[in-house]
């Protein structure tokens, strides 16, 4: 009698233990899925959740807002989503979805063509984590959608306007030859008539105002060369740059102009802020490098004693073209010296 009320205490303690145990199991789940919940409302992207074994598709309501649809068609499953794939990347995407949960992998990522509820494409990116249970097999995906399509858009227009530069530039250089080529000769001529003025005719007179004049003129043809020269040298410039131009990823650009002096980044405690609303442009990217090289490191080298370097590097769209801007903390320039 003494065990068995000895057992049942055992047993009441065990099942207190469990019900605490399951108490908190399911409020460490219900406050997962309201963060979870949260966190699918707060975000602009589209996220899902397809489950296998019910083969259920939940879209939060960043699906509706980026795609206008009214019903998501949980109870179709993943088919209702592959169905909105543009036909010449459906093929692609399953398999490639398929592939990376046979092949166990923990996560997959795609760029496609998703349609609208208006018969329209958004150009996407689908990133997704794979979730396995204890023993490696998969039972869930949880990914989200970014819309592409601006991004895309602007990729096109840099892309456009890149081929007008070059044309526009084509023009400048033939003309900047033109020009040069056809102002040489008569040039040389006016400078070839000075000189036989100064050896015939300037020795015989002896007018000082006439003297004056000669050395203005030499003066005035120097320059005028100089001038050509120097509108030779731009279109020379202004063709290498175009030639060596790339489609360049900013943020890539300046991590890695930052790594070639993370040595005087982390002595002088420096921070750089981006703000790169054109994440993309089309340049010569070793004259690009160059230019944020030139910025990081006199914002380093012109401190303010008082205060560690701040930098920040801009981008914007300004019409058809891409401004790119700097400011720092440091000493600045003196505004007579501006």
Known sequence: MKNLKKTQ????????????????RTRDLTISQERYKALSLATNDAIYDWEFSS????????????????????AKGIESRFEKIHPEDRHKIIESVQNSITQGKTQWQEEYRFEKSDGSYSNVLDRAYILHFEDGMPYRIIGSIVDLTSLKKTQLELEKTNK????????????????????????????????????????KSEDDDFKSLLEMVDISIAKFKETIRDLTEIAKVQKEIMIDQ?????????????????????KNNVTLETNLQVPLILFSKKNLRSIFYNFISNGIKYRHPDRAPHLKISSEAIGEFVAISFSDNGLGIEEEKA
Do not use: C
């Open 246 to 266: 790339e489609l360049i990823d900013l943020k890539e650009t300046i991590e890695e102009t930052k790594l070639s002096i993370l040595d005087s980044f982390n």
């Open 9 to 24: 205490k055992n047993l009441q303690q065990l099942n207190d233990h469990l019900e605490e145990r399951v108490e908190k």
């Open 164 to 203: 007008n530069l070059v044309r526009i530039n084509a023009d400048l250089d033939n003309f900047i030859y033109t020009a040069s080529h056809d102002l040489k000769a008569p040039i040389l001529n006016i400078e070839g008539l000075v000189q036989t003025i100064k050896l015939e005719i300037l020795p």
């Open 55 to 74: 083969n259920t598709v939940w879209w939060n309501e960043g699906f509706k807002n980026m795609f206008g649809y009214e019903n998501t068609d949980e």
